[in-house]
């Protein structure tokens, strides 16, 4: 790779580069710490003239990279990347250890749609480890063939085994554990790790070679190194779980992998796995996945406090049990716990259910949460949350067969969603006989509609 030595100055202290000397860091704000460092920087290729003079070409020269996208074998993956792995492009999945980050690699290793060669890079595994989970994850010989391991976080030994092997598909098993004898900081830091990670995007763009690369999260999600590579890759997805609560229909351990930037495809999109003794599988059929099971027919063993939202992920609708409960405020001020919802949402739909129906709530401590853990932030989640926090504070039951999307605005109204005949659809398919929502643009069968909260409350009580 061609390399040009650039002069910058780093901070001792925290390891910020500036272009210029500074007395004092912007970033740790220390004093007399910033020193003239050479780096190194991968070579762009630049398009040059017959003369060797860079020039620039019209948008409309350039090969839009149709058809560019590699399968990954993991249906659950492509949803979530847009339709596949773009060539050239580098992804970043973080998550905490044992999510299945290793695993999810692996997989996609042995099932990824490419004739070509794939690289296995593991620097926190050894081969036989390695070997071991492809052989739980019954992956054959044949296959075993293709892909090629490395258990070295070395850069430069990285680099030479990419020139020999030129994969389509490099795997980075964790950005963690990458270091370089050139990057010249502490081996394990995050500089290093920036440093090694840029080299090996230039590789794979240079290359037309596309690379997936892991990354530790801590459990309390602060993720102070991969959080450096988010604006350097091209797509950062996080892999997250839900609390293993029990009582749920279909299955309890239940994986998320959720983009949270992604230059070739949308960010609402979820895929959905479950870890079995063969590694993670997808998860078909998510519309109940989120619903207690519970008798609907015998509307006597309903609780109250708890309503069905039909909310959107991506482009399928999910069914969400949404659990509240109110109590007498213990401190003088009331207090929400909710983080599936987000609780500046909570408080505010409470606001204008005190406002508009009278329900007073802010003497109260409230409790949120959706039932299989996950996170629920689609705004047609809020008619439902208004619902479960008025039949809590009433001690109203609410029909066990009523499925609800909407959006509440503070005064009261019940604005449209997305996709209100699909969730209907849905709800109606999975067994639900009632549907309340907003005011649809054209009639939805079996659609029970209100402009306003205190309407749809006359609607489900009488
Ligand atoms: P791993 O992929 O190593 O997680 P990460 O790389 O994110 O740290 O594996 C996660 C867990 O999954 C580990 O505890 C073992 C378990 N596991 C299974 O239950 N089934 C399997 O087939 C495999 C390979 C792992
Ligand atoms: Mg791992």
Redesign the pocket.
Known sequence: MKKQKTLIYKCASCGREEPKWLGRCPECGEWNTLTETAVQQAGRKIEKDAKGVPRAYPLAAVDPMEGSRIGSGIGELDRVLGGGIMKRSSILVG??????????L?QTAALVQTKGRVLYVSG?ESAGQLRL?AD??GINKNIMERIEILCSGNLEEIETILNNVKPVLVLI??AQTLYSDNADSIPGGVNQMKFCTFELIAWAKEHDAALIL?A?VTKEGVISGPKTLEHMVDTVLY?EQNDKTSGLNGTVDCRFLRAAKNRFGSIDEIGIFT??????SPVEDTGQMFLVRRDRRSPGEFPAGVATAAVLEGSRTILVEIQALTIPAKGAVSRVFSDKIDSGKVSRISAALEKHLGLRLSDQDLYVNAAGGIRVTEVGVELALACALYSARTGLALPADLAIAGELSLTGEIRPVHKLPGRVKTASNLGFSAFLGPIPDSPVQGLKSAGNIKYAIKLIYG
């Open positions: 998550g905490e250890p044992g999510i299945g980050k290793s695993t999810l692996l926190e989970r739980r994850l098993d964790s892991t530790h892999f870890m079995g003794e063969q590694g993670l």
